[in-house]
């Protein structure tokens, strides 16, 4: 039916009634228009005088063979005249223009987004008539040139390009081209190509664009006079000085500054390359430092100026960015750019983004982020780089390389240098710890990775921009870059709502863990073991050279480590044996001993049978099985009286099976510690697996520690987020497997500690048994804040009834009062109190999560107050600039043919205060918006901040949820409530070490930064 339908359109349909003309009557109707709303038939003359107006419109004349052909209007005789404005429009209906001037060639094309159409154009040449490119744009058509212009494009088509490639990142080519097959899909009529042209009027039309939304135009010094980054749109949510600052927010004490912080993430993109076309001199950048690209004649120079500089090798992990410096450098003029954005909201920054030429080099970073900072008031920075641990080294002495204006004040700007939440791991252990964002405090939840994200939205270009000459890329990455920034401030409203629904009940939940934790330790008598820690975390925290709470203290060696120990003991053995004995007779031992020597050491045979215990693949385990046994006959010959016994033993049962043998992984090896009473043995070799054993029970301890603190958190994740059969099946399995090694790790402890035992009574060691015990089934758990989150409690708390919820609460307080010894201290008894450093570093890390927690809190209040703060401070901005350029500097009057005279100033002051209010009251309706969403976030805020230090953790955090999920979907609920910071109480348990705490900072030692890890 639907097709019936689309057929019968090709034909006049329902207008065929009378055939005539739809306006006079008379003549018969052999025209139609494809683009009115009516399939109207009319007359050629009346065509023309209905479409005068809209004289883009495609229309089509019906032939006698029964079919419609297109024409134009132009050929139907209609002729367009421009110049000539409402006062005259009574008598150009009764006449035309006094004097008109045909367009060069009577050859006009017009782009449309209706198609690209070929006009008769007429210009006003009267007394008084503006320039031709003056009238095109009064018409609101956009000129191609300034002089004699033979094309123009509609505002419309332009602005839906602009559009179009912003949303689709379409190319002018692919644009174009869609609407030149709109003309004409068939390929029988000729259309005129203006490709080039449309190239041309898209890029100035954007920079255009860019100055108007700028308030270039309201400037009286004019746009000559635009700073640099003038035209870049701003973070709200930022600390802006002068903008949403309090007036006192120099004043803030020092547990309050990181609010007014900036937090910076620098990132850089290789798939944003540019081959080598153009040049600058041949495309140079419209507005060149305007927004967000740095002005290029000062980089260059820069950059030419210290292109020598020598960059370090990384001391970390290999960073390509750091040791291959031109990797996707050849054959392109730029390797790709880098960025400084925001890092809590995802926006670029003014003057912060340039082009790289030989990979990521330090000085490339070091330009953007000096000259992007400079001038800014701002004091306290959080600086995040995927390669901050090798970057930030010598920064102040590169920093000398800059003009004065340009460097830090020496005393004035404090930077913490981070690195990114998901590039950390894999950096090496020690970056781990001192660039981390969750162990550093005043940074909230920041994750440092906003860059990431923003590429997501930047690399659909690249496969156009890389095509670019230097000026129109830029300009066509600083126009996404502008965009990308409105979108996000859009997008505020939501976020910070989202946000907040989620910190709420993570700092409840956070605090929960903590209070916990703590409860459990001081229940075992560690209350003043836990106040030496929260000393030990305050003062690390007040200056980083004080030891690390969160790195390890133990000494303790792993198996590694002991066999390499014993390989060096014994090369050294070996070295003296040869000073001493220089005899020849010396090496004639017994011939097999000295080569089997040669090959595999006593030390290095007990280490290797100790690693065989815990392989499982049966081919690979039976040829070094069979390997290690030829080596066992030599040092301990005895054993082959062992063997011979099992293999009786094996004869035996073999002959009642029906598959006779043994498997690999069951035979008996026959270690030192198997033998003790059977069969004579070395005592050195007594020594060696006694100290491998030591090592070997401990790391399989710290490895049921690590898989249960896994487990838990596999367990949270799961129940938080895990949702359906299939994801829930995947979780499973993941839990499984964490089961299956810590099944393992448990039962290599017990063979560990089995051989100690036996090595130890005969031996007469005694002490090690202290910090190694049994390891009984019901030790195999975690910490009590990871009980909490076992699915019985769960189920427990989800039944009604106070029996069930009194139940799950007697539960969760025998779990407080209850800890696994393997959480308890080396060497000492649990009566004194001493903690594992595990569990230390544990609490340290449950500390830092709840005061995370806290700090975003605050941060998101504080970023609230500021958005709103923002835009209405811009809201006032822009209505100070209405009017403020009431006449354009070459404007004298306009003499309208029959009409008394009007200085031209007097339009242009018009249009330039209604587009100053307006962006005024888009502004304002915003921020109005913004409120009305966020008008239950302070009880909220409150609600959380209330929750942390009393109530019920569970229905705490419940609460939380439901009222966040109240809060997303009721938006405007409720009165209208500022967003006020209040000061949030802390559970008694880590009240002293949050309240108040010292800031103080020592200076760095270069001259005129500093910096602090």
């Known amino acids: 039916m639907y097709l019936d339908q689309l057929i019968q359109l090709e034909g006049r349909g329902e207008y065929q009634v009378d055939g005539r003309c739809i306006i006079c009557g008379v003549a018969p109707g052999e025209y139609r228009c494809r683009d009115c709303f009516t399939d109207d038939l009319y007359c050629k003359e009346c065509i023309v005088v209905a479409h005068r107006d809209i004289p883009l419109h495609g229309v089509e004349k019906m032939w ?34 006094a004097n008109p001037q045909r367009a060069v060639d009577d050859d006009f094309v017009v782009i449309d987004v209706h198609g690209i159409h070929e006009v008769a154009l007429d210009f006003c040449a009267c007394e008084t008539a503006q320039p031709h490119d003056i009238q095109l744009l009064r018409a609101r058509w956009y000129p191609c040139t300034g002089k004699h212009p033979r094309t123009a494009a509609t505002f419309k088509v332009l602005r839906r390009f602009h559009l179009t490639t912003l949303e689709s990142h379409c190319a002018v080519k692919g644009f174009y081209m869609s609407i030149a097959r709109e003309s004409d899909n068939t390929g029988t009529v000729p259309v005129r190509d203006r490709y080039d042209e449309l190239l041309r009027m898209t890029r100035e039309w954007r920079h255009l664009e860019m100055l108007k939304r700028a308030a270039r135009g309201h400037d009286p010094a004019g746009v000559e006079a635009t700073q640099a980054g003038e035209c870049a749109l701003l973070c709200p949510a930022c600390p802006q000085p002068g903008k949403n600052l309090p007036p006192d927010w120099k004043e803030a004490p020092k547990s309050r500054r990181f609010l007014y912080a900036l937090f910076l993430a620098l990132d850089a993109n290789f798939r944003m390359r540019r081959k080598k076309v153009s040049s600058e001199e041949k495309d140079p950048s419209l507005g060149d430092g305007w927004s967000f690209y740095c002005e290029i004649a000062p980089y260059y120079s820069y950059l030419a100026k210290n292109w020598k500089q020598k960059q370090e090798r990384s001391t970390c992990v290999a960073h390509d960015a750091v040791d291959k410096p031109d990797r996707e450098s050849r054959g392109t003029a730029s390797s790709g750019i880098a960025t400084v954005d925001c890092a809590r909201h995802n926006m670029k920054r003014p003057n912060s983004v340039g082009d790289l030429q030989l990979g990521e080099r ?37 920093m000398k390389t800059f003009d004065r204006e340009v460097r830090f004040v020496r005393g004035k700007k404090f930077c913490v240098f981070l690195i990114p939440k ?45 095509e670019m000459g230097p000026g129109m890329r830029r300009d066509t990455i600083n126009d996404a870059f502008n965009d990308m920034n409105h979108k996000k401030i859009l997008g505020l409203g939501k976020a910070m709502l ?42 690390w925290e007040d200056d980083a050279k004080n030891p690390n709470p969160f790195a390890s203290k133990s000494e303790r060696k792993r198996v590694a480590d002991v066999r390499r120990e014993l390989a060096e003991e014994v090369q050294k053995d070996m070295e003296r044996a040869m000073e001493v004995d220089d005899d020849e007779d010396a090496a004639e031992d017994d011939d097999d001993k000295v080569v089997v020597a040669e090959e595999m050491h006593a030390t290095e045979w007990i280490g290797m049978g100790v690693q065989l215990e815990e392989l499982h693949e049966g081919n690979k385990l039976r040829r070094k ?39 690999v992984q069951h035979m008996t090896l026959w270690l030192p510690s198997a033998i003790i009473d059977r069969v004579p043995c070395d005592e050195e070799l007594y020594e060696y697996e006694f100290r491998l054993r030591e090592a070997q029970a401990h790391e399989a301890l710290d490895d ?29 399995t993941k839990i499984e497997g964490v089961e299956e090694r810590t099944r393992r790790a448990t039962e290599r402890y017990r063979v560990a500690w089995r051989a100690l035992k036996g090595l130890g009574r005969h031996m007469g060691r005694s002490g090690w048994e202290r910090t190694l015990r049994p390891l009984l089934t019901e030790d195999v758990r975690g910490m009590p804040r990871a009980l909490f989150q076992d699915p ?47 569990l230390r570093i544990e609490w340290a890390k449950t500390r830092a999560r709840f005061l995370r927690q806290c700090e975003q809190l605050d941060l998101l209040e504080e970023e609230m107050r500021r958005i709103l703060q923002f835009l209405r401070w811009r809201a006032d901005w822009w209505e100070q600039r209405a009017g403020q350029r009431p006449q354009a ?83 405007e609920a409720g009165d209208e409530q500022p967003i006020r910071p209040r000061p949030h109480p802390r559970p008694a348990t880590v009240v002293e070490s949050v309240a108040e705490q010292s800031q103080d900072r020592e200076e760095g030692d270069a001259d005129e930064g500093e910096f602090f890890l």
């Open 422 to 466: 998901f590039h950390l791991p894999a950096h090496i252990e020690a970056c781990n710890i001192l660039f981390s964002f969750h162990l550093t405090r005043y940074v909230g939840m920041t994750d440092g990775e906003a860059p990431e994200r923003g590429w997501s939205m930047l690399n659909p270009l690249a496969s156009s921009t890389m």
């Open 625 to 663: 099985l069979l390997t290690w046994m030829d080596a066992q006959a030599l040092f301990i010959p005895h054993v082959a009286v062992l063997r011979a016994e099992e293999d009786r033993e094996r004869k035996r049962i073999s002959a009642t099976q029906v598959q006779p043998g043994v498997q």
């Open 362 to 398: 330090y000085i490339n970073m070091d330009y953007i982020f000096f000259i992007g900072l400079a001038g800014s008031e701002i004091s306290e920075l959080f600086v995040s780089y995927d390669i901050a641990c090798q970057w930030h080294k010598n920064i102040w002495e590169r």
């Open 792 to 838: 019985e409690r769960k189920k427990l708390l989800m039944k009604k009834g106070p029996a069930a919820r009194e139940k799950a609460k007697q539960a969760r307080d025998e779990a407080k009062a209850r800890m696994s010894w393997i959480w308890r201290g080396p060497g000492v008894e649990e009566e004194e109190g001493g903690m594992n450093e595990a």
């Open 704 to 732: 049921i520690r690590h898989q249960l603190l896994l487990r838990t958190h596999l367990y949270k994740y799961k129940d938080r987020f895990v949702r359906g059969v299939k994801a829930n099946s995947r979780s499973q």
């Open 64 to 97: 006698n063979d029964g079919k419609f052909d297109r024409t134009t209007l132009k050929a139907l005789g209609l002729r367009i005249q421009l110049g000539h404005g409402k006062p005259n429009k009574a008598r150009l209906r009764q006449g035309r223009c």
């Open 498 to 539: 989202d946000k907040l629904g989620d910190c709420v009940p993570e700092l409840i939940t956070a605090s929960t863990e903590l209070e916990e934790l703590e409860t459990s330790l001081r229940n075992l008598g560690a209350g003043a073991t836990l106040e030496e820690w929260r000393v030990e975390m305050e003062a």
């Open 889 to 971: 500097p070459e404007d004298d009057a306009d003499r309208v043919p029959g009409v008394a005279y009007a200085p031209k100033h007097t339009a242009y002051a018009e249009g330039n205060a209604a587009y100053a209010k307006r962006q005024a009251e888009i502004l304002r309706t915003r921020a109005q918006q913004f409120e009305e969403m966020w008008a239950d976030a302070a009880d909220f805020i409150e609600m959380g901040r209330t929750a942390i230090g009393k109530g019920d953790a569970d229905a705490d955090t419940a609460d939380a949820a439901d009222a966040a999920d109240d809060m997303m979907v009721d938006s």
